[in-house]
């Protein structure tokens, strides 16, 4: 079990959304469109407001739950979970600005909560109306607790928010209730959820009331997962369930207790949901061999399993992760939540070791496989991140049937949409980080913003100016009311091959590095500025020898920036086009494209089309190649004209 050592401790502390404002080019169209078009579409969406969209029902539930009005349960068993992400979302926003008509409805929702909750505190519409009397029997598949956590995170979002105890109050009479049901005790169920996701909802809750015994009900079920006996089969036998299951016990991370799993395995989302629980319980509890097990996980997971664009779980079968190496293009699942939860994970980690890695994960998640999840316009989602697309083929493959070669206005499965949302909506707290300790600030991401902190008794506001991630030049200005000595530290990307650091317009060519991160450690005056300057070429990207899906290929990318090409710029049968390892490519803004985007032009060569009554499909010689400009646009933004054609990964010839 648990291991209270206190051999782990953070390196850093991240700052919160109230002391970060986004004020950037690329990033506050996006948080105001979030906040004005994206959350109230999505309260339409669960209030099945949305002609023509998959209906939700979600809110309808909550009232049937509550006795207020008559009908049938609507939805997958986690229905719940998408008002949970919705309300959290909505306490990002009002963390940064009050809205008193948007705090209005959330406050009008959470009554209706308090009225849909049990005496007792229970709070699930599924159970509640359709499947009563069956509280707790199938937790493998029906994702009780997962509707929980998240509802916690959401009560934790408003509370820190608004200062208002409702919410929390009745998410916390929840947690008590629950603490009642499971534990080690011979009364108790010594069992966990299928679907990770409380583990770490628990421990936001401990950090908001500071009850211990919210951060052990945590512990517990993060130390009871995978244990033997088998508790899925459990409660498999009590249902009377024949024991063959449908999914393996990896599929749920329960093949082994958590501290000996060493391999990334089964649903992605889950995983990366588990894995930053386990981060949390590492710090909370001083447990270095939970944090090693992590450190293997993530080892496993981002060198082995993950695309280019930071998505993860390849396989549509189970949306899980495979084998290594196992990254096909035109089949890749990469559920836009796994790459939201790789970003939960990855800054979690980043807090406790301070290495640029975790960093660099995090931001190629964000600007790939996360923005790719969301239409330009904030309508319409994907659920499936593909790094290649044929159209033609594309509804006609079993293998690729959950592939939408456009964005969706809902889903029947609506997870992700509410979860993009809040990861915008929430992307302050990802910037900067401090170390009070050792009078530090870190940078971590390259965002327009104010920040304000408290360092070496002062306190310091800084304002970063700059056009990432089109242009690398970041310009961080200091004001405090007097001189005062810390470290800024400046993480320098993985993709980075040239930095140049100025203080004041002088150049800095002694600054110590550690793990990725440039630190500059002086008396800093009022007004002080800081220049630093990435080189940012476009880079052909080529793939590990074993990654056999991209032999002879090679990727484009532009900093932080994966490209693609799309057949609205570049016509049919992309997978004929072929670039040479030296070809000149150049990157130009273009304010009219895709609400304004670099984009990379160059030459490339492809087969000269046959004749169009030609009827041979083989021949003994190769096609003769000709010269043709290509334009490469971000992956993020694909699909946002009409639909066609894809390709990340582009032939390439040495």
């Known amino acids: 079990m648990s291991t209270m ?70 939805g997958m068993v986690f229905q719940d979970s998408d008002l949970g992400k919705w309300l959290e979302t909505v306490g990002f926003i009002l963390s940064r600005e009050r809205d008193p008509e948007l705090e209005k409805t959330a406050d009008e929702v959470i009554d209706l909560l308090e009225r849909a909750q049990q005496p007792d505190g229970y709070l699930n519409t599924y159970y509640t109306v359709k499947k009563t009397g069956e509280r707790w029997t199938n937790l493998r598949d029906n994702h009780e607790l997962y509707c929980a956590g998240h509802l916690m995170e959401a009560a ?27 534990g080690p005790g011979s009364d108790q169920i010594q069992g966990y959820d299928g679907h990770p996701e409380i583990e770490l909802a628990l421990v936001k809750m401990y950090e908001a009331t500071g009850e211990a015994k919210y951060l052990e009900l945590s512990s517990f079920f993060v130390d009871q997962r995978g244990q033997q006996p088998h508790f899925f089969d459990q409660e498999a036998e009590k249902r009377q369930e024949n024991t063959s299951r449908k999914r393996s016990y990896d599929y749920f991370q329960a093949h082994a207790p958590v501290r000996e799993q060493q391999t990334a395995e089964g649903h992605s989302v889950r995983a990366v949901y588990l894995y930053s629980a386990m981060a949390d319980l590492a710090v909370k509890n001083g447990d270095q061999q939970l944090l090693d097990a992590c450190k293997q996980l993530w080892k496993d997971t981002t060198r082995r399993k993950m695309y280019l664009t930071g998505g993860i779980g390849s396989s549509e079968f189970q949306e899980r992760f495979t084998v290594p190496y196992d990254l096909p293009n035109d089949r890749a699942y990469a559920e836009t939540c796994a790459a939201i939860g790789l970003m939960f994970w990855a800054h979690r980690m980043l807090q406790i070791e301070a290495d640029r890695e975790y960093a660099d994960i ?7 496989g996360v923005l790719s999840g969301i239409s330009l316009d904030g309508k319409s989602y994907f659920y499936v991140n593909p790094l290649e697309v044929w159209p033609d083929t594309a509804n006609h493959r079993h293998d690729m049937s959950t592939v939408k070669v456009t964005r969706q206005p809902w889903f029947g499965c609506a ?6 949302a809040r990861l915008i909506a929430s992307l302050g707290q990802y910037i900067y980080s401090q170390n009070d300790a050792r009078k530090e600030l870190y940078v971590h991401l390259y965002i327009g913003s104010n920040a304000a902190v408290e360092l070496a008794g002062q306190q310091v506001r800084l304002l970063q100016t700059t056009s990432y991630p089109w242009d690398g030049t970041v310009e961080l200005e200091l004001d405090m009311d007097q001189g005062a000595e810390f470290a800024v530290s400046l993480r320098i990307p993985g993709w980075c091959k040239a930095a140049k650091i100025a203080v004041n317009g002088e150049e800095v060519t002694d600054t110590a590095t550690n793990s990725g991160y440039a630190s500059l450690r002086r008396t800093w005056q009022p007004g002080d500025r ?15 020898p074993a990654l056999r899906e991209n032999a002879g290929k090679a990727a484009l990318q532009r900093g932080p920036v994966v490209f693609c090409l799309e057949e609205a710029d570049n016509g049919v049968n992309l997978q004929d086009i072929e670039l040479a390892a030296d070809a000149k490519l150049k990157a130009e803004f273009d304010e009219n494209l895709l609400g304004g985007v670099v984009v990379i032009n160059g030459t490339a060569t492809r087969s000269d089309s046959p004749a169009a009554d030609a009827d041979e499909l083989y021949a003994t010689s190769p096609a003769a190649r000709v010269p043709v400009r290509i334009t490469a646009v971000p992956y993020y933004a694909w699909s946002n004209r009409a639909p066609g054609e894809m390709t990340v990964w582009i032939r390439c010839r040495a």
Request: with cysteine.
């Open 5 to 74: 050592n206190n051999q782990v401790q953070k390196k850093m502390n991240p700052l919160t959304l109230q002391q970060v404002t986004i004020q950037d080019p690329f990033w506050s169209s996006r948080e105001q469109n979030v906040t004005e078009t994206v959350v109230p579409y999505q309260w339409d969406a669960l209030n099945d407001n949305i002609p023509g969209a998959e209906p939700s029902h979600t809110i309808e539930n909550f009232r049937l739950a509550a006795g207020e009005a008559q009908g049938e349960y609507y």
């Open 530 to 544: 800081i220049t630093l300057e990435l080189s940012m070429p476009v880079e052909l990207v080529f793939a590990h």
């Open 415 to 420: 997870c992700c949409p509410p979860n993009i």
């Open 362 to 368: 995090m931001e190629r998640a964000l600007y790939n």
């Open 156 to 182: 934790v979002s408003y509370y820190q928010a608004t200062g208002k105890r409702k919410f929390l109050d009745i998410m916390s009479r929840y947690a008590d209730y629950i603490a009642t049901v499971f």
